[in-house]
């Protein structure tokens, strides 16, 4: 860890939220405090079911963790109006309420996705400039050593110009200071790479990134090109970035399945799967990122880290390390001053 | 071959079109000619390039080949409109012709598909009641024996929900003739499965498509259930089509990258590499289905099958094959069929 995460932090989680809640979410605060002695967790959500975990865990009393009880949760296919309207003692709200009020510096849940782009943003409300809240990832790239962010992944089902040039704000914010590259490239995902490809708006936000000097505008990339490199971070609406993202799940899970097939076939072809299956399995998990590890929420006035419904625990393990990394780089605050800049130079 | 093929049956090829012309369509040609005895080929393109190449392939005055003569080509960056309008007499178009006055039953082209597209609409229309030519392909499923086909997978950036419709109604008839699905579940693609997801006009799309006898319509799919089987057809606007094939196209890229890495990590893994690399390729290059088979242009009176531009003779040969398939189950026919009862249906 970097010398930063020696002054202490704290980070509030949604203990109850996710397929599985406290079950995966209390055995990924263990290891999480384990490896970070700096890292206070707040863990929102039922007291006494969170206090028997606890007891399970042998962590009852850790100088390290506090509760803070919220008496209700938000179920995996609650409508987000109905959450945010009528569940305002849930354990996903009091954790977002703990970062709105200073008493922690992110929140990380695994619970339902349209439900917390709600409260999220209802509760925090947006940095100045930004007009809605992206979901952003990172990929892994060919070469095996680096990454691509990708928003929007599905907080928004179109998005105008103007969204995806601040988009591309955020995205550039997160590639420097989460993953050092000066200057990242962003691309625009579009269906070709000649000029004339695409719809108006993606022409305009292309003209918009063109003109920007706080953009390191690359171009139009296309789908086949996500992993090579050539861009750092990619841009586009929340209905593109969905398909993309699942489909690379999808053919990732495809692969796999004819690999084992093909393993099965003969004792000596099991022989050979036995051996690569490992090496595969790694690549392809890495190819489901909300799962391997989670999702941010950017434009707020705070870190909120999705992980996956169906993490496990070292899937929201991973979500709090990147909430972390979050903090100790300052990215809603470097995103503000990004913006500001961004947008004062536009008008 | 089924016993349809024993109808003598011709096709136009566009010999000039994509990145190396004569080199691979006309070995391609002399393989689909060797393989099925019934078929009749016209080359279309410049007529002295032509007999030179067949010279070289010992295939001068051959049965089954006839040479159409156009004395210009369309390279792979020019401009559609004007492509069509000054380009008269180019090789594409030459084919085009051929389709339109009955001579052949259908083109093939490795060419320039946004050409392609607006001169197949201007030289061959469309069937009745559809608005906007399509391209389709099929990708494979998990389960290795079937196909899902997909549509549009860039001819048109944006969709109405009436022309949505009407690629459902016409991958519904590629699903049932190409493949011999009976009832083909019709999906929708979208950023989640429940009701409330996505865009208004996909939701305008779906009630069309629950209320119409002639849809099997199996509800909204997303990116990670493309391959699952859960669909025949997916239905989808080009840009996203597009942007999902592509990204297919990029992990199994990126796959077969870092699999390599890893094998050439020691001489132990070479090993294994050597003896698995072959089958892993095999999968991942069927995720490249344009390149390995050709995607079809829906909705034209007249059967027009694109290749790769940077296609093999292998697969220039496959599109020609796959363009025998839609002669022989007389696609354009039954898509007129369907669009008509579909459409009566609706009014």
Redesign the interface.
């Known amino acids: 860890m970097s010398e930063n995460t020696l002054v202490s932090l704290t980070v509030a989680l949604d203990v109850m939220g996710g397929d599985h809640g406290p079950l995966i979410t209390l055995p990924a605060a263990k290891l999480a405090v384990e490896t970070l002695p700096n890292l206070h967790l707040v863990l929102c959500g039922d007291e006494a079911i969170i206090q028997s975990h606890l007891n399970t865990l042998q962590l009852s009393n850790h100088p390290q963790l506090s509760i803070q009880h919220a008496s209700e949760t938000i179920s995996m296919?609650e409508?987000p109006a109905i959450a945010l309207r009528c569940k305002k003692d849930s354990s996903m709200r009091a954790a977002l309420n703990l970062v709105r009020d200073d008493q922690a510096q992110a929140c990380v849940s695994a619970g339902n996705t349209g439900a917390l782009l709600a409260i999220a943003h209802f509760v925090l409300k947006m940095i100045p400039g930004v007009e809605r809240p992206a979901l952003i990832t990172h990929l892994?790239?060919?070469d095996?050593n680096s990454h691509v962010f990708m928003l929007d992944l599905?907080a928004n089902?179109?998005c105008n110009s103007d969204t995806l040039f601040q988009f591309a704000l955020m995205g550039s914010v997160m590639a420097e200071q989460v993953d050092g590259i000066k200057e990242p490239k962003v691309a625009l995902?579009n269906?070709?790479e000649?000029d004339?490809k695409?719809?108006d708006h993606i022409k305009q936000t292309a003209a918009l990134l063109t003109a920007s000097p706080y953009i390191n505008y690359a171009g139009f990339i296309?789908?086949?090109?996500?992993?090579?490199g050539k861009a750092d971070v990619i841009v586009?609406d929340?209905?593109?970035g969905?398909?993309?993202?699942?489909?690379?799940?999808?053919?990732?899970?495809?692969?796999m399945?004819?690999?084992k097939?093909?393993v099965n076939e003969s004792p000596f072809t099991r022989f050979?799967g036995v051996?690569?299956n490992p090496?595969?399995k790694k690549?392809?998990k890495r190819?489901n990122p909300d799962q391997y590890n989670g999702a941010s929420l950017l434009g707020l006035r705070g870190i909120v880290v999705k992980s996956h419904g169906n993490a496990n625990s070292t899937a929201f393990y991973n979500a709090i390390l990147e909430a972390v990394k979050e903090v100790e780089r300052q990215v809603p605050e470097k995103i503000k001053n990004k913006v500001e800049l961004g947008l004062i130079k536009r008008s």
Chains 1, 2 share one sequence.
């Open positions: 296919d409508k892994p790239l060919s095996g599905g089902v179109f995902l269906m070709g000649e004339i695409g719809s296309e789908g086949n090109d996500i992993f090579s586009c929340g209905f593109v969905n398909v993309a993202l699942k489909t690379c799940e999808g053919v990732a899970k495809m692969v399945d004819k690999v097939k093909i050979l051996l690569l090496t595969l690549i392809l190819l």
